[in-house]
């Protein structure tokens, strides 16, 4: 079992940056890799982020490219995402992501939920103009 704790939303204006954390909880060791999405209301979850918790290969999705940055600390069993330049656009509810343990992901890395088993409770982002 897997359990994830997000933190660090808030509300911003525009150009404001924040970090969230996810605090990773269980048999991490086997876990390979990991992801952010967001849901809007009324919107579907999106995928922004992922990672490869061994070596660190990312990938993002366009909307966030060049803003938002993952990353995992493993000794703290933590990832993180960065997000500079914030727009309202961004305004959603932020979840982190595990995989099934011991499940790999192919690459090149894709930003589907079909590929992970976990999801945190979520922390909202809420940027205004």
């Known amino acids: 079992q897997v359990h994830l704790v997000e933190s660090g939303g808030g509300a911003v204006q525009t150009g404001g940056s924040l970090r969230l954390s996810c605090i990773v909880s269980?048999?991490?060791?086997?876990?390979?890799?990991m992801g952010w999405f967001r849901q809007a209301p009324g919107k579907e979850r999106e995928g922004i982020a992922t990672?490869?918790?061994?070596?660190?290969?990312?990938y993002y999705a366009d909307p966030v490219k060049g803003r938002f940055t993952i990353s995992r600390d493993n000794a703290q069993n933590t990832l993180y995402l960065q997000m500079d330049a914030l727009k309202p656009e961004d305004s959603a509810m932020y979840f982190c992501a595990a995989p099934a343990l011991g499940r790999l992901m192919a690459f090149p890395l894709t930003l589907s939920d079909t590929w992970y088993e976990y999801w945190g409770q979520g922390t909202q982002v809420t940027v205004s103009s």
């Open positions: 269980g048999d991490t060791s086997r876990i390979h890799y």
């Open positions: 990672i490869y918790t061994s070596g660190g290969r990312t």
